[in-house]
């Protein structure tokens, strides 16, 4: 069988989701706000010059490989089967039933485990934005602006995905244009001799990988910037809602990358020439500053009077618009998919309803906030930073379903990538469909179990939990957080066979089978 060719009689099931309401500038636009660049950055990039130092911007540059390798494999798999479940699906047709529903697991818990991050920056930054900075610096105050931000942003994505797209269209204008505004400005504070104490004149150094201190030191900042480029994959899971939904996707997974690319290594670089890496005050590598080095940075480059107080509080109001439009964007692909699963018969048939008039998931929908709010209050009381210790464990899901989902690109058209065109093999299914999605899985399934065994040491982050067989044995909650929320999915998925067992014998989604598209939209699917 070809790479695109289906069984006989096999057809792509539609789910009742608005058919064509985004095009390519709205499916990129989603991709890029649903990674949020400045809440990223502003959340992270303190953490990776505390693991590498002044190497910052090449990290940065490191883990976009990865990134637009998995890109590729995205777009080849949709392609073929633009089904809003993708890991899921995919994993299923080419790994068979239970290898899909861990990567719909694992879709599910990266996304409920950033929403108390995301809840965390919005609520603080909320606070901040009206100057209510006592209310923002007490951690029962955020959890309640966080809790709502949640309740908002969740009824906006219940209400239609074209009102989502339109809101995240304003957002990420402001967000782009501060971080260029921030960058321009930083940058010529340095080379004009108005920087700060600490500041650095940029060097070739900073992208030399070989002067990292470790390898350790490499593996967690690579898995830290992992999360800074994470979830372009929204544009391929609203790929239902999409014109042309077979194409237009994979194209917006790609570009929306190299977008990405561009704005954190201009952000990157200046910010680092601007504050420095010292361990204290304003530098990038103060570990007071760690969770949240944009607000702090604000002011010092634009200062705090006049027209530089105006850009501060523009760029609080920034990183708040980022939070929101990912918050939004995180429940989006979250809702589809567990509506994929439930429509495959893999979860309970209620997430597969679809509001009648809205055309959006309903209770997939619901259930993503209520999941997002009990994770994030729980996490709230055991845990003594939240947005740390939750970023590095959300990596190892990450390169989780990231990684299955290259191998399965790999797998399926191995088979043919070797072929001549003809055959529907050539150059472009050889590389972009086989090579370098290949490459991106093992490099993220090397970063996944080195950072696993490193997570595993109590010493590690901020939290730290007991064995109660033990009473000297102690894990790193990093890695109890990131490793233990996926094998939860194990004993989930048995208990949900034994309850209904169709979808894992291979009677819904049967390995090896793939859609016609053809007989959906009247013309074959080229895959070369």
């Known amino acids: 069988m070809s790479a695109t060719s289906a069984l006989p009689g096999t057809t792509a099931p539609s789910k009742g989701l608005?058919?064509?309401?985004?095009?390519?500038?709205?499916?990129?636009?989603?991709?890029?706000?649903?990674?949020?660049?400045?809440?990223?950055?502003?959340?992270?990039?303190?953490?990776?010059?505390?693991?590498?130092?002044?190497?910052?911007?090449?990290?940065m540059l490191l883990a976009f490989v990865p990134m637009i390798f998995i890109a590729y494999g995205y777009q080849g798999l949709n392609e073929i089967d633009p089904d809003c479940g993708t890991t899921f699906t995919w994993g299923a047709r080419v790994f068979g039933p239970k290898t899909g529903w861990m990567g719909g697991w694992a879709i599910i818990v990266a996304d409920v485990i950033v929403m108390a991050n995301l809840a965390q920056i919005a609520g603080q930054y909320g606070f901040q934005l009206v100057g209510a900075n006592g209310l923002a610096a007490s951690a029962g105050w955020s959890e309640v602006a966080g809790i709502v931000w949640i309740v908002l942003m969740t009824l906006i994505c219940y209400v239609g995905i074209e009102v989502s797209?339109?809101?995240?269209?304003?957002?990420?204008?402001?967000?782009?244009?501060?971080?260029?505004?921030?960058?321009?400005?930083?940058?010529?504070?340095?080379?004009?001799?108005?920087?700060?104490?600490?500041?650095?004149?940029?060097?070739?150094?900073?992208?030399?990988?070989?002067?990292?201190?470790?390898?350790?030191?490499?593996?967690?900042?690579?898995?830290?910037?992992?999360?800074?480029?994470?979830?372009?994959?929204?544009?391929?899971?609203?790929?239902?809602?999409?014109?042309?939904?077979?194409?237009?996707?994979?194209?917006?997974?790609?570009?929306?990358?190299?977008?990405?690319?561009?704005?954190?290594?201009?952000?990157?670089?200046?910010?680092?020439?601007?504050?420095?890496?010292?361990?204290?005050?304003?530098?990038?590598?103060?570990?007071?500053?760690?969770?949240?080095?944009?607000?702090?940075?604000?002011?010092?480059?634009?200062?705090?009077?006049?027209?530089?107080?105006?850009?501060?509080?523009?760029?609080?109001?920034?990183?708040?618009s980022s939070a929101s439009a990912s918050t939004q964007t995180t429940i989006m692909p979250t809702a589809r998919t567990s509506l994929?699963?439930?429509?495959?018969?893999?979860?309970?048939?209620?997430?597969?309803?679809?509001?009648?008039?809205?055309?959006?998931?309903?209770?997939?929908?619901?259930?993503?906030?209520?999941?997002?709010?009990?994770?994030?209050?729980?996490?709230?009381?055991?845990?003594?930073?939240?947005?740390?210790?939750?970023?590095?464990?959300l990596g190892l899901a990450i390169a989780f379903y990231y990684g299955l989902t290259g191998f399965a690109c790999a797998w399926h058209f191995g088979h043919v990538a070797f072929r001549p065109r003809a055959e529907g093999g050539g150059p472009r299914v050889l590389w972009l469909r086989f090579v370098l999605p290949l490459l991106g899985a093992l490099i993220l399934f090397a970063f996944f179990v080195y950072g696993?065994?490193?997570?595993?040491?109590?010493?590690?982050?901020?939290?730290?939990?007991?064995?109660?067989?033990?009473?000297?044995?102690?894990?790193?909650?990093?890695?109890?957080?990131?490793?233990?929320?996926?094998?939860?999915?194990?004993?989930?998925?048995?208990?949900?066979?034994?309850?209904?067992?169709?979808?894992?014998r291979g009677e819904v989604i049967r390995k090896g089978d793939w859609p016609d598209l053809s007989e959906e939209d009247g013309q074959p699917v080229d895959a070369g």
């Open 452 to 504: 696993a065994y490193q997570f595993w040491n109590p010493a590690y982050g901020y939290t730290q939990w007991h064995m109660p067989f033990s009473p000297h044995w102690y894990i790193g909650g990093t890695f109890l957080t990131g490793v233990g929320s996926l094998v939860l999915g194990i004993p989930l998925m048995y208990i949900y066979r034994l309850l209904r067992p169709a979808y894992f």
């Open 165 to 320: 797209a339109r809101m995240q269209v304003a957002l990420l204008s402001i967000e782009l244009l501060m971080l260029a505004v921030l960058s321009i400005t930083a940058l010529v504070k340095v080379y004009d001799g108005h920087g700060i104490s600490g500041s650095l004149h940029v060097s070739a150094s900073w992208f030399n990988p070989f002067d990292v201190s470790s390898f350790s030191a490499l593996n967690i900042g690579l898995l830290t910037a992992l999360f800074i480029y994470w979830g372009w994959d929204t544009a391929v899971s609203v790929n239902e809602e999409t014109k042309d939904k077979s194409k237009t996707p994979g194209r917006a997974a790609v570009l929306s990358t190299v977008l990405l690319l561009v704005t954190y290594a201009l952000v990157t670089v200046a910010a680092q020439a601007f504050a420095g890496v010292g361990t204290t005050g304003t530098g990038l590598g103060n570990p007071n500053n760690s969770g949240d080095v944009l607000s702090v940075l604000g002011g010092e480059v634009f200062g705090t009077k006049g027209l530089g107080w105006f850009l501060s509080k523009l760029l609080v109001l920034m990183v708040l």
């Open 340 to 393: 994929s699963m439930a429509s495959h018969k893999g979860i309970p048939s209620v997430f597969a309803r679809v509001h009648p008039r809205f055309k959006t998931p309903t209770w997939s929908t619901i259930g993503m906030g209520v999941a997002s709010i009990a994770f994030y209050a729980l996490l709230t009381k055991i845990s003594t930073n939240v947005l740390s210790d939750s970023i590095d464990s």
């Open 18 to 59: 608005k058919a064509n309401a985004l095009g390519l500038t709205s499916s990129i636009v989603i991709a890029t706000a649903s990674v949020a660049p400045a809440y990223s950055l502003a959340a992270s990039l303190g953490l990776v010059v505390i693991a590498v130092g002044v190497q910052a911007p090449v990290i």
